[in-house]
């Protein structure tokens, strides 16, 4: 038996790995070309958002290769929100640092990305939990939100950024809490139960 399992555990060198190690690999080149930019140059502005979107796209392509492939691994789970926070961090304290975002609001998202990486790490013995779906939605509004602000708008639609990012920073709460809930009542019912909401 213990050798059918380990027949049938893919390797965590697969391409689907390869894409979300990419994608931490394009965070300081992403930071590179909001610093060039400044926030006040046109093109590297776009250039900082095209890269950002590029390496955001990549969590969604590892994920469907993962699944559809058979690929997914402990790896995979771990480093994907990982790369996901690496991504999400560099962002929000750029945008801050350069005054288009409250810090307040950078502080949050920081507090909550940090704190659910290191519970993550803290119960990887009993099992990987994977994101929830809601997970995967507050991921979405935080790009779309911070796309919006890397991205040169007239004001008038520059104006609906802070509006998105109201609503990505709400959801990354309320997710928050709930992985928090969800790690807590996978302990009670045991390491055996836990490794089985991966």
């Known amino acids: ?12 060198y697969n391409i689907a790995n390869v894409v979300t190690v990419g994608r931490i690999l394009l965070v300081p ?24 979107l590029i390496a955001s796209v990549t969590d969604f392509i590892d994920g469907w290769l993962a699944r ?23 962002a929000v304290v750029l945008l801050s640092f350069y005054g288009l975002l409250p810090w307040w609001v950078t502080i949050v998202i920081l507090l909550r990305e940090v704190g659910i990486t290191l519970l993550r790490l803290a119960v990887i013995r009993r099992g990987v939990i994977a994101a929830s779906h809601g997970g995967k939605v507050k991921t979405v509004l935080q790009i779309t939100a911070i796309a919006w602000y890397l ?9 609906l950024g802070p ?9 990354t709460v309320v997710t928050g809490i709930e992985y928090v809930v969800r790690v807590w ?9 836990a490794a089985s909401t991966t």
Do not use: Y
């Open 185 to 193: 009542a996978a302990g009670r019912k045991g390491p055996s139960n």
């Open 1 to 12: 038996m213990p050798h059918s399992e380990n027949v049938t555990q893919p390797s965590p």
């Open 151 to 159: 991205w040169p708008w007239p004001e008038p639609i520059a104006a």
């Open 68 to 90: 559809s492939r058979g690929l997914v691994t402990a790896f995979g789970k771990l480093a994907d929100p990982i790369a996901d926070k690496a991504l999400i961090g560099t």
């Open 29 to 52: 080149v992403f930071a590179a070309c909001v610093v060039v930019s400044g926030m006040d140059h046109l093109w590297w502005q776009v250039a900082a958002c095209l890269v950002f």
């Open 163 to 171: 509006w998105i990012m109201a609503a990505a920073v709400l959801l």
